[in-house]
């Protein structure tokens, strides 16, 4: 790594980074899938200051200085790498939809992080991120990797974080986890997919504020709930790896949705009525979207419950991990 050199102004990068859904139902902040709807994030060093330009989702409602989030977690990757930029020009095309559960704030986070590792890459200054320190940068803004870990190996992830006691070391960390904010280490690795898995996804027009939703739970669970989740997400592992007729058992949670129902009556009433259907139907993340995780088509009846409710039904692929261009 090359301390304090300074990026050449012409470097440039593109970055493309999936969203994402968190949980898959009992898997509350360590389960994990990428979805094809994708933000895309090209970033040149010029002269001087800072020009933020955002088309699509979110524009003229996000921030257009440092206080944009690709913005900080650009700035975030620079510093690990020991480089800075006299100037800096970053446009943002949005797809991913904001506030519904999506993963949209972990991929800025992903894509700012791998576009400063793309710049010092082009400039031949510092080597690429690898997927290790990717997921534990991103994951530092949220403090927790289901979402960022997806949008970084793509497919489905399971994740977990260790809290480092001091002069202690997990097992594969590395410079960036040593440096991490808070002794927290992230970290992540990916699951096999079934050939015939799918997903379907319910999006809303309304959003939801993910710091209220999460302040809906409780502390502490009952003994029976914590061993339901746990053998729910350990079924879903095989679920979506080798047995996706499993998915409906996988995806019964008690840890979280149903704290959440008050607050996103249509998102809990439409899985309540998929499930009725058969259909493996979570909140996806923290709501309002609404995901189902399947192996066959949708019945008519679950798009018409849909429409009723006030949601459009998408089936996104399942996607890739973040690319840099």
């Known amino acids: ?18 969203g994402s859904s968190a949980n898959l139902g009992p898997g ?7 979805l ?3 933000d895309d994030v090209d ?13 699509g989702e979110g524009a003229g ?10 913005v900080r977690a650009l700035r975030r990757g620079l510093d690990v790498a020991g480089v800075s930029a006299p100037g800096l ?7 991913i939809p904001h506030s519904r559960g999506l993963g949209s704030s972990a991929a800025a986070a992903v894509g700012g992080l791998a576009a400063a590792s793309g710049l010092v890459s082009a400039a031949g200054v510092a080597p690429r991120f690898g997927h290790d320190e990717l997921i534990q940068l991103s994951s530092e803004f949220e403090g927790h990797p289901d979402n960022a870990a997806a949008s970084v190996l793509g497919g489905a992830v399971v994740s977990w974080t260790e809290v480092a006691d001091a002069g202690s070391a997990a097992s594969g960390a590395d410079s960036a986890a040593e440096a991490s904010a808070g002794g927290c280490r992230y970290f992540a690795r990916s ?5 015939d898995l799918a997903v379907s996804a319910f999006v809303p027009a309304v959003e939801s504020s993910t710091s209220v939703t999460r302040g809906l739970l409780p502390d502490s669970v009952a003994r029976a709930d914590a061993v339901f989740n746990v053998s ?9 790896s080798r047995d996706p007729e499993c998915l409906f058992a996988a995806t019964q949670d008690r840890l979280h949705q149903h704290y959440r129902a008050p607050v996103m009556r249509p998102s809990a009433e439409l899985v309540a009525g998929l499930r009725q259907m058969g259909l493996a139907a979570v909140i996806s993340g923290a709501g309002p979207t609404v995901l189902v995780l399947r192996w066959k088509s949708l019945p008519p009846a679950a798009g018409e419950l849909a429409a009723r409710l006030g949601f459009s039904v998408v089936e996104p692929p399942i996607a890739d991990g973040v690319s840099i261009v």
């Open 1 to 18: 790594m090359t301390v304090g050199a300074v990026l050449p102004v012409g470097t440039s990068t593109s970055v493309r980074v999936p």
């Open 28 to 34: 509350f902040d360590c389960l994990g899938i990428a």
């Open 36 to 38: 094809g709807v994708s």
């Open 43 to 55: 970033v040149t060093v010029v002269d001087e200051g800072l020009t933020v330009e955002v088309t």
């Open 61 to 70: 409602g996000v921030p257009l200085d440092e206080a944009h989030l690709v």
């Open 89 to 95: 020009h970053v446009r943002c095309v949005n797809r």
């Open 191 to 195: 699951i096999p997919l079934h050939d």
């Open 232 to 240: 729910r997400s350990a079924l879903a592992v095989i679920a979506l």
